[in-house]
Every structure is written in C-alpha cells, then in structure tokens.
C-alpha cells in the first residue's frame, strides 16, 4: 500500500523556537495533502489542505501565521509551528490524497509527529 | 453541513466477544463513509469503506461495517475481537474535498 512518512516522530523544542515537521508520500504523488491537529483522547482536527504549488487552505481558526504550511512538490508537504508555545504541545498527523483520486479515495496518514514544547 | 457522530466515546468488550461500533452521519444524499483504526502513538488505517452498491462492507482484520440510510447508521462491526483490536476507532465522512471525522470510540479488549 501507499505509505506516507512523517518526519521527526518526537520533537521537543523551547517556547518561542519554530519547529518543522515533514510531511512525505513515499511511492506515490500527491497533489493534496492535509495536515491535523489531535489532543490526548480527542478526535483529529483538520487545520488546513494544502495543495501542490499553491496556497494552503486553513480551517477556521487556525492561525496561517503560526502554522505555515508549505506544499512544493508532489510528495512533500512542511508544517513549521512559529514562535511554539506550550499550548501548541500537541500530536500532528498528515495525510495525503494520491494525484489523480477524488474525494471517494483512501487518504494515507502519516504516523504523526508529537510536538512538546518546554 | 456533512457530520459525523460517535455515540460511544469507550467500549470494553472481552476477548472472543462480538463487537459493534456505532456511528450516525448527517448528509442530504448518499455519503461516502470510511471507517479508520487508530493504534496508541500512531497515524490511522483504512478498515473499510462504502460510496455506493451493497449495503454490508468487508474489510480488512475482519471488519464490515452496514450502511443503513433510514437509520443514517454506519456501524463497524465483528463477531470475534482479538487482544489486538483494542485501539481508537474513527468513522469519517468525505466531502466535496475534506474529511470529517467523529469523536471516536476507543475500545479496550478484556482477556
């Protein structure tokens, strides 16, 4: 199958610090990938869509600011937390829609990566 | 507006137990349903999903789910769950371009 890798699996990182978390399609391409936000025990929570050459999409209430996203080529996706602070401390997954599917395809998630900041 | 809703935030089922997972979605016409499995620390698994055609789905682990429009259910179900089926479960529902997924069940299997 599919697989999709996300990139560092564990950060911890000092308030104020920016952090960047990788978001890769390993053997497909992917023209849209999205980024989540899950708390301990909660549902995921879409934060945006990114797609391949453009400007992500943010879900309301997400800061574009804070969260920028970046989405350069085919098989990688970058989320960079700016300026983190502790109530940014969270699990962050992405997953990917392979180029060419619809809205009825399978998504690929990646394995998430936990986001700690000090 | 397209929703999913997860009745059961946990279930605790013994070893060799049946199991049914509920899930209501909220959709004018038919939707396109899926049903993700979610192990401690990790990223989601397609188990199965439905768009179209016969009502009772199989999927993988040996999971189906039945769609069943008059009661806008979706539930995943097996009839004997494994110690290694104990992990969080998401029902989801796909948009014109997103997912939405519900709360999720978490479910512990009893030896």
């Known amino acids: 199958g599919a697989v999709v890798s996300q990139h560092p699996s564990r950060v911890i990182c000092k308030s104020g610090t920016s952090v960047k978390i990788e978001c890769r399609s390993l053997?497909?391409?992917?023209?849209?990938m999205f980024w989540y936000r899950q708390f301990p025990k909660q549902s995921l929570m879409l934060m945006a869509t990114?797609?391949?050459?453009?400007?992500?999409?943010?879900e309301q209430g997400v800061e574009k600011d804070k969260f920028l996203i970046n989405h350069a080529s085919l098989t990688l996706s970058t989320l960079t937390v700016t300026s983190a602070h502790p109530e940014d401390s969270s699990f962050y997954i992405c997953?990917?829609?392979?180029?060419?599917?619809?809205?009825?395809?399978?998504?690929?998630f990646g394995e998430g990566s936990r986001l700690t900041v000090l | 507006a397209q929703s999913v809703t997860q009745p059961d935030i946990h279930i605790t089922v013994s070893e060799g137990a049946s199991l049914e997972l509920r899930c209501n979605y909220s959709?004018?016409?038919?939707?396109?349903l899926f049903w993700y499995v979610q192990s401690p620390g990790q990223g989601l698994q397609l188990l199965l999903k439905?768009?179209?055609?016969?009502?009772l789905v199989q999927g993988i682990k040996g999971f189906e789910a039945e769609f069943k429009r008059s009661q806008s259910s979706f539930n995943l179900r097996k009839p004997s769950v494994h110690w290694s089926d104990a992990a969080e479960y998401f029902c989801?529902?796909?948009?014109?371009?997103?997912?939405?997924f519900g709360t999720g069940t978490r479910l512990k299997v009893l030896a």
């Open positions: 997953s990917a829609r392979p180029a060419g599917t619809t809205n009825t395809g399978e998504l690929f």
């Open positions: 053997d497909f391409q992917a023209t849209t």
């Open positions: 990114s797609n391949e050459g453009s400007k992500a999409t943010y």
């Open positions: 959709y004018g016409a038919t939707p396109y």
């Open positions: 439905y768009f179209s055609g016969d009502t």
């Open positions: 989801a529902t796909s948009g014109t371009y997103k997912y939405i």
